[in-house]
């Protein structure tokens, strides 16, 4: 997605910067921003779908997280060693500390569990870029959940920049998360998504 160039003043957008200049594109737009291999990546607002897959986990994982865990909303994590890096999962399960802490970016050291709810208008190729980035921060695990095609890919055992370890499902089957949790989610209520109503009356159609 394009932004315009008067969304933000100056400075332009070089490396050792782009953390700044995606604080001033979310200010001036309201779009989600994330830097993703050194690349500004905008999101539009989620759909209310979105929103929904990511309500229906969450209040699954409070009923079941253990003492001491916590999940969380609108919470980046930082790429270790890379000041220009970082990524705003849908939720992320963190220590409760995290509660308390002052910092706007999490240690990636510090993510039990990221889930990322793919957009509808996402491409495959920033799918996958952004799968990259969670293994080479060495998030432990992380789960994709589609729902353009009602599908959900659990992702574990990072090593050497990819996901060793890819489990594939459906919705409607349960995604076995690996220990500390050590528990299921079901996603049979996940939705799918359909054709927004409003999306012709913004076009004229």
């Known amino acids: ?19 700044e200049i995606a604080e001033k594109i979310e200010d001036a737009t309201g779009l989600r921003v994330q830097i993703v291999g050194g690349k500004l990546v905008m999101s539009p607002t989620p759909r209310g779908k979105h929103a929904g897959a990511v309500v229906r986990m969450r209040r699954q994982l409070e009923a079941l997280l253990p003492d001491g865990l ?17 990524v705003t999962p849908d939720l992320i399960v963190l220590p409760k500390e995290w509660e308390e802490d002052d910092d706007w970016l999490a240690d990636p050291e510090d993510t039990v569990f990221a889930v990322e ?6 491409k495959s190729r920033e799918i996958r870029d952004k799968a990259d980035w969670y293994a080479v921060a060495r998030v432990r695990v992380l789960l994709v959940i589609d729902p353009r095609k009602g599908t959900w890919a659990l992702h574990t055992r990072p090593d050497n920049g990819a996901y060793q370890d ?40």
């Open 70 to 86: 916590g999940a969380y909303e609108m919470s980046s994590i930082a790429l270790p060693e890379d000041p220009d890096d970082y």
């Open 117 to 122: 709810v793919i957009s509808q208008s996402e």
């Open 166 to 205: 890819v489990l594939p499902g459906k919705f409607g089957e349960p995604v076995p998360l690996p220990a500390p949790l050590g528990f299921e989610v079901a996603t049979d209520r996940f939705p799918l998504y359909g054709d927004s109503p409003r999306a012709g009356r913004r076009t004229g159609l």
């Open 1 to 19: 997605m394009s932004v315009s160039p008067g969304a933000w003043m100056y400075p332009r957008p070089r490396p050792g910067n782009l953390r």
